[in-house]
């Protein structure tokens, strides 16, 4: 290629130069904030004067945080499981199926991810204000499905698309009923993209945070929003601690797909 | 007369507009290794999986042991099939694969564990069964097919080009195998190639399929020495085709004659008096001698001359300027040489005349 690296000569410098600064600015927020949840100081003096774990004292034992952990945890498992199983049944649809307007269904499937989320946010919370959903799980999940689902019709989809049928077809010859076919030889073929959905859907829920604040009541909020709304009234450590928690969770999630996705590949 | 085993009645399947087969008929005996063979796209898949169940036919009848197919599910015909492609199961060991049709049947774990024992066996690979499929060469996932194809003791097994992805080599150590399976199991197969060689290597007798239908069915033996057709004729086979006009007809003969003005008599089938044909002779059933020694003999010249150790072959030249292929052994050809003219040769019978 033209542009390969090892024939930039001078130029590779100035390319490892940028980069670096890239990854700083949008690393260094991160290990900052990282670094202040440890901090001693009640005011986040930077670099912090001593080092302790109050913070993370605070957040874990404080009802209201924890009320806020529980809540996302638990919408992020249900949207999780709803959009696997409703990814997976959509996608299947549309992959072994020929029918009138696919294309169109597909495009529809996919429409929650180009449109605006404080768009889809206000028309949420407009309706659901009627059906008296707001402040309820219910809602949170609902939203934050929206969201996740086209994610995982197109990652079960593409799984989907480099499975051969061929192997559905012998499995039915061999005395398999389509139920069978399906549970014993699609799902385990497409099993690593029904994990990779599971993990994005479940991030995509655990730091969402426009919908959410739309659905959120004082009494039922997620991580996200109390953090927002506590930057809202006061600086405290406590902040930093929850955003560090919700960062490292990520970053395992993030590892674990990217291990899945080369286990995928061997 | 007892009914046939298997029986193909008017098959006809087709999509929109295109016909893929048409007045497909065949009776296939219990036992039987019954090849299709024939070009791309003449419609043996599409006559296969009709069997399979994977096609509903358009038209036409499919009946085992006298009863019809087609109302039965093809996960309940209880057919076995081996496909082009590879389609063991990933996720599955080698083991598994081959108990799955026995786990769905809901077969007992003793019964499995000796099934698959057993037929690992059969196909050589007792020690492969806690291997994954992608750790296997190609022609090892073939036979682990057959295996699995054959687990659950199939009255009927479907093969569709099963080897066309592999090497000539181990094309060749499977067709062995495969036959060695056919005796020992008493299966009957039905196999798919376009392979002529493979298809007379294996089968006891073949079904030449062209655009959709059945040209002729027989033996290797029959295929070859009495063609029905000029395609049977050049698809088995090499053939030299030569040009004559009909002039008469007897009891399945016909008196013919070459552009030059020579006569010559040939096998036919009924034909009108005065109409263009094509003679068919094999190359190694043509004799070139340096003078005549019979009436029937056609003055060629010798173009060019290959030694392949165990034959030699010619290409010769006729009045009408057409080449010819010619294989004899090597101790008759001696006393040719490129250039030389000499007569060509062949007994009336070899000699086929069509349309
Ligand atoms: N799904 C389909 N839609 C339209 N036409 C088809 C379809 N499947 C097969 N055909 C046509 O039917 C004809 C027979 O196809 P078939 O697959 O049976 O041929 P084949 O003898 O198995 O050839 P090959 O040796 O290439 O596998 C071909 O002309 C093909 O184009
Ligand atoms: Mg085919």
């Known amino acids: 290629m033209l542009l390969d690296y090892d024939r930039l000569g001078g130029w590779r410098w100035g390319l490892v130069g940028v980069g670096t600064v890239v990854m700083l600015f949008l690393l260094l927020p991160i290990v900052f904030i990282a670094a202040l949840s440890f901090g001693d100081s009640q005011w986040l003096v930077f670099p912090p004067p001593g080092w302790t774990m109050q913070w993370y004292q605070q957040l874990l034992t404080d009802p209201v945080w924890v009320n806020a952990l529980l809540t996302s945890a638990k919408v992020g498992v249900i949207v999780t499981v709803l959009s696997v199983v409703l990814g997976l049944l959509a996608a299947l649809g549309l992959a072994r199926s020929r029918f009138f307007g696919k294309s169109a269904l597909q495009a529809f499937f996919l429409t929650p991810m180009v449109l605006p989320v404080v768009v889809l946010a206000v028309a949420l919370y407009a309706f659901f204000l009627k059906l008296g959903l707001t402040g309820t799980l219910t809602g949170f999940v609902i939203g934050h499905l929206i969201i996740a689902l086209p994610f995982s019709i197109i990652t079960i989809g593409n799984s989907l698309q480099s499975f051969d049928s061929a192997l559905e077809d012998a499995a039915m010859i061999c005395g398999a009923s389509p139920l069978e076919v399906k549970w014993r030889v699609t799902l385990p073929a497409i099993r690593l993209g029904m994990f990779a959905a599971a993990i994005f859907s479940f991030l995509i829920s655990w730091d969402e945070v426009v919908l959410s604040i739309f659905m959120a009541s004082p009494t039922l909020q997620t991580l996200p929003v109390l953090i927002w709304s506590t930057l809202r009234q006061d600086l405290t450590p406590v902040i930093a601690s929850a955003s560090t928690l919700l960062v490292a969770f990520t970053v395992v999630l993030m590892l674990l797909a990217s291990f899945l996705k080369k286990g995928s590949r061997q | 007369m007892t009914t046939p085993f298997l029986q193909i ?347």
Request: net charge neutral; glycine share 8%; hydrophobic share 40%.
């Open chain 2, 9 to 355: 009645r008017g098959l006809r399947k087709t999509y929109d507009q295109v016909v893929a087969i048409d007045h497909v008929a065949l009776d296939i005996k219990q036992g039987e290794f019954m090849t299709f063979l024939g070009p791309s796209g003449s419609g043996k898949s599409t006559t296969l999986y009709i069997v399979a169940g994977f096609q509903e036919p358009t038209e036409g009848q499919v009946l085992l042991n006298g009863k019809s197919l087609l109302d039965v599910a093809p996960n309940k015909r209880n057919i076995g099939m081996v496909f082009q492609r590879y389609t063991l199961f990933p996720h599955l060991t080698v083991g598994e694969n081959v108990a799955f049709p026995l786990r769905v049947r809901r077969r007992p774990e003793s019964e499995i564990k000796a099934k698959v024992e057993k037929m690992l066996e059969l196909v050589h690979l007792a020690d492969y069964r806690d291997r994954l499929p992608g750790q296997m060469s190609g022609g090892q996932q073939q036979r682990v097919a057959i295996a699995r194809a054959l687990a659950y003791d199939p009255p009927l097994l479907l093969m569709d080009e099963p080897l066309a992805a592999l090497d000539k080599k181990l094309r060749e150590e499977i067709q062995f195998e495969l036959r060695r399976i056919h005796q020992e199991t008493g299966v009957t197969i039905l196999y798919v190639t376009h392979d002529q060689e493979e298809a007379l290597r294996l089968s006891d007798r073949i079904a030449v399929f062209s655009q959709g239908r059945i040209e002729q069915v027989g033996t290797g033996e029959e295929l070859y020495e009495h063609p029905s057709s000029r395609f049977v004729a050049g698809f088995i086979g090499n053939s030299n085709f030569l040009p004559v006009k009909v002039e008469q007809m007897g009891a399945g003969r016909a008196r013919a004659i070459f552009p030059n003005g020579q006569a010559v008599e040939g096998d036919a089938r009924a034909f009108a008096a005065g109409s263009e044909g094509t003679l068919m002779v094999r190359p190694e059933q043509m004799r070139i001698r340096p003078h005549a020694t019979s009436a029937q003999g056609l003055a060629v010249t010798v173009r060019d001359m290959t030694y392949l150790g165990d034959s030699m072959h010619f290409a010769v030249q006729t009045p009408w300027e057409q080449e010819l292929a010619v294989r004899m052994a090597v101790r008759d050809g001696q006393g040719l040489c490129i250039g030389s003219s000499a007569v060509l040769e062949w007994d009336s019978q070899h000699g086929h005349v069509f349309a």
